[in-house]
């Protein structure tokens, strides 16, 4: 079935340093894809999307590329800020929602 | 902003008590989800709903039933609480204009003793 594998946390950076979380995803169709944050507290707010092959999604300095040779769609920031400290999750839409485990990122100052 | 606010925010109770959480939304979205959401889990699905009277289950659906009279209301019962269904319930709506594209309300802490 669908599924969608992300990389496994924590992870800690520090300030103005470049964030990469893998995220790869198998799916018998053509799913949409999605990286939601969550804030301690909160419920999860979608970040950004990309809804067919070779898209781009793009939020707050954040970017995921929908690459269906390999099925990534790895979320990048060039510089992380601590107010970027959350857990990301990585979801597809294929008729149902299927989310990754999430991955905690610090940044610390 | 989706519209959605979830009641209440934190509950405890004891094992053996039925239990109701609330979802409400105010902008006539058809589908309507549940989620809990569990260390090392992410979000597993436990019911949706497609419509008024119209529901079905999702992965984690034992022990859980759901109902939705009117549009805007998505109830969540818990018949007789378990401890291991203390855990942090989600509801979600999905956006038909946007392909897929699911939003969250701000959760319920359940604590089941």
């Known amino acids: 079935g669908d599924s969608v594998t992300q990389m496994e946390g924590p992870v800690t950076l520090s300030e103005e340093a470049f964030l990469t979380i893998n995220c790869t995803y198998t799916a018998t169709g053509y799913p949409s894809l999605f990286w939601y944050v969550q804030y301690p507290g909160e419920g999860l707010q979608l970040l950004l999307k990309?809804?067919?092959?070779?898209d781009k999604g793009s939020n707050k300095g954040f970017e995921a590329t929908y690459r269906k040779e390999t099925t990534s769609f790895h979320l990048e920031k060039g510089s992380v800020q601590v107010s970027d400290s959350a857990v990301y999750f990585c979801?597809?839409?294929?008729?149902?929602?299927?989310f990754g485990t999430g991955t905690s990122l610090t940044v610390i100052p | 902003d989706a519209g959605i606010t979830q009641s209440p925010r934190h509950k405890v109770t004891e094992t053996g008590t039925p239990v109701t959480l609330r979802c409400h939304q105010t902008?006539?979205?058809?589908?309507m989800y549940w989620y809990r959401q569990d260390p090392g889990h992410g979000l597993r699905l436990i019911h949706y709903?497609?419509?008024?009277?119209?529901?079905d289950k999702g992965e984690v659906s034992d022990g859980y039933s759901v109902s939705r009279s009117k549009t805007e209301d998505f109830l969540l019962t818990l018949e007789s609480a378990t401890s291991s269904q203390t855990s942090v319930y989600f509801c979600?709506?999905?956006?038909?204009?946007?392909?897929?594209?699911?939003?969250f309300g701000p959760g319920t802490r359940l604590l089941v003793l």
């Open positions: 902008e006539n979205h058809r589908y």
């Open positions: 979801a597809l839409a294929s008729g149902q929602f299927y």
């Open positions: 979600a709506i999905r956006d038909g204009t946007s392909r897929e594209t699911q939003y």
């Open positions: 709903s497609y419509g008024v009277k119209d529901t």
């Open positions: 990309a809804t067919k092959a070779d």
